[in-house]
């Protein structure tokens, strides 16, 4: 992982070429979590298509995971890179806050 | 049939309740804490909630063997086991032996985005998590309400902390959920709308400067509970909460007299001296010997092999030490003995409700068989005097229940309408002793007298009260021809009918002698008569016997006469 991190750091100058690592927590298949898993995806694939990698983790499965990871809300998305994080939490069906949020508009 | 309605009655279930393990608090819930329900905690910041909730949790952890689970929203993990640890908790320690679980919640509103619905399923598998690991039956969200600062969506929030509650009263838990006070309403955020159980108020005071904790039931539903406030005290064994109000007039009361280390005194009250259990005021003006009084019945009470505890809130213990050293009485033997000792504090240290908390944790500490106040007047400065009284009234009420008498010394000034300390107190205690001073020909002389005494025939005699290097004494009631006198007048006087004894018995004597002068006049005069009579006595018997005589010879000379002539013849 850290050594992934080195190689995106070097290309973080590259604005066009900047990789977007996200992680979205999810709960089973609750009606929000299926929304937001929809919605990331799709917002994704039209505005940095190619240049993401999203990990999505059901808390259900790794309850541990929810205090390491400082989880209260659910659907969480953390935007792990490019620095800063942001943390997103809803079904992302708000665009404009998620594009906010990864940093692709002001 | 009514037997049967009986054996139903006590057959109900009642309410399952979990201890605290909090000094006091399980007192006066009756039991503790509803089981398996939520309990809001709410007060201002800085009332103690924190303390209160991980003192439940660590009790609950150390006692009760019910594991638990602390979810801090405001103070991280470790800053919380440093601040506990002065109470000697060691979380770190329980953490360790899986006893309790502390998780801090972090949420920053600014770090935050939300983008469309959501829920707090996050926080419920956290909890779940936690409780499920450790096998919880505890669990602290203190203070939950910060949730509202870091998320936006209210009808989200609101419906999401109720479903949490349902939720951990479904899992059967414990819980207390913290939460800061709002204007006009228990809670900030309404919490008590959701947590509908119990709830506590901790509030924090300060009047005159002067700061007492309250803690008070607000409701607690299914269960009978003790609704007045209730002042807790925070030191260094925790929190302790003492129900001091919650008292009757049903102590039992003991006919066993104890000597006031004044024989004389004693001899006032009916020989004896105070009942056991009993409470005692001296009052007095300055420098009356009030504190002298107190040292000696102190001294007494060591001396029989019981302990004494003085709470001196004017001198300190050396003073007084020392100045009972002065009147002959060694009061540091005692100390070094166990069996006397000193609680010195200003009255302004902290408020009269900490103040009676103290006194009553050290008296359950000291097991003392006497108590003195020495003087109550000063606590007037930190509260009213009815409230002071009441303090009073509930300090004594306490001691009578263990049957420790008290001796309270109380300051009155000669010229103010002020002896408002003993008008209030007065009624409540059972004997009332007076020292006053009395001012005649130029010096100040103490006297003392009985007020009152419940149950006993006690002296009504103003007597007069001596403190010399020997101790206290009370001398004789001097009545001269003014009226009651003290001091170098009584001595005087007492001299001056010395004198008079003395020229009495010259007069006396002198009186003597002339009546045996007179006796002897008399008794030569009597002898001389006795004589006289004699002499005329012997006149007559002198003259009787001639006549006798007389009368024999003429006899004899007839007879002659008539023998010669018959010869003749």
Redesign the interface.
Known sequence: MNELYNILAEEENDDANRHYVLRL?I?GA?L?SR??VV?IREICDVHIKGKYTLEIVD??QQ??V??KE????????IKCFPLPE?????????TQ??L??LGLIN | MSSETQTQKSALPSLPKARTGIVGLDEISEGGLPKGRPTLICGAAGSGKTLFSMEFLVHGALKFNEPGVFMAFEEKAEELTMNVASLGFDLQQLQQDKLIKLDHVHVERSEIEETGEYDLEGLFIRLGYAIDTLGAKRVVLDTIESLFSGLTNMAILRAELRRLFDWLKEKGVTTIITGEKGEGSLTRQGLEEYVSDCVILLDHRVVNKISTRILRIVKYRGSVHGTNEYPFLIDEEGISVLPVTSLTLKHQVSSQLISTGIPSLDSMLDGKGFYRGGSILVSGSAGTGKTSIAGSFAHSTCQNGERCLYLAFEESPGQIIRNMNSIGMDLQTHIDKGLLRFQASRPTLHGLEMHLLSFIKQVDDFKPSVVILDPITNLVTVGSVSEVKNLLIRLIDFLQNSQITVMFTALTLMNSPSEQTDENVSSLVDTWLMVRDIETNGERNRGMYVMKSRGMKHSNQIREFVISEEGLRLVDVFLGPSGVLTGSSREAQQLLERTGEVLWDHALSRKDREIERKKMVLEAKISSLKEEFESMQDELNRAYIEEELRKEVQEKNREEMTRKRDSSK
Do not use: C, H, W
């Open positions: 927590f709960t609750s929000n929304r937001a919605n808390v259900y309850k541990a929810a205090e400082q989880i209260i809300a659910l659907p969480l998305l942001r943390r997103m939490i809803g079904d992302m069906s708000d806050k998620v906010k949020g």
